[in-house]
């Protein structure tokens, strides 16, 4: 090869994503299907109604769960980071040990849900409800925010956004 073209092709390769969402596992999940480990980054699941999937190990960074309806939902040790889930419904599903940073709960319902070891670093509960939530600690809500509109686990309190 040219040095020319090893340059351009080297340039190509580094702008791409390294790892690019995979359309197949997203259209999985989208129909309902259980996706343990699958890279559903920047997925748009929007709105999606889906309750008891098993989503622990995935890669769904960036993805768009808002107004979604995922009740006991498996997210254990997922990727989260960057996610917009505005709105949406989690009752009882399991958030332990997965990476939420960045992540947006805004008005989301989380009653009930496990966050045992779950990273919250600057992640957005503002008017979202934690109330029957498990695995809080105030040491990790200190790393979070939320509103005068968040609902806690009595004894614990977050700071304003």
């Not at 995922?70 to 505005?86: G, H, I, K, P, S």
């Amino acid at each position: 090869m040219k040095p020319a073209l090893t340059v351009a092709a080297l340039c190509l390769a580094l702008s791409s994503p390294a790892a690019a969402q995979n359309a197949g596992q997203i259209a999985s999940v989208q129909r309902g299907a259980s996706c343990p480990g699958c890279n559903l980054f920047q997925a748009p699941l929007s709105g999606l109604e889906r309750s008891g999937l098993n989503l622990s190990g995935a890669r769904l960074r960036q993805a768009d769960l808002s107004l979604t309806v995922m009740n006991r939902t498996r997210f254990a040790n997922a990727d989260l980071r960057d996610v917009e889930a505005y709105g949406g419904v989690f009752s009882s599903s399991n958030f332990s040990g997965a990476n939420l940073t960045n992540a947006s709960f805004v008005g989301a319902y989380l009653d009930g849900s496990a966050f045992s070891g779950a990273t919250l670093t600057g992640a957005n509960f503002s008017g979202a409800s934690l109330e029957r939530a498990t695995g809080l600690t105030q040491a990790r809500l200190n790393q979070a925010c939320g509103d005068e509109a968040t609902r806690l686990p009595r004894g614990l309190s977050i700071p304003r956004c």
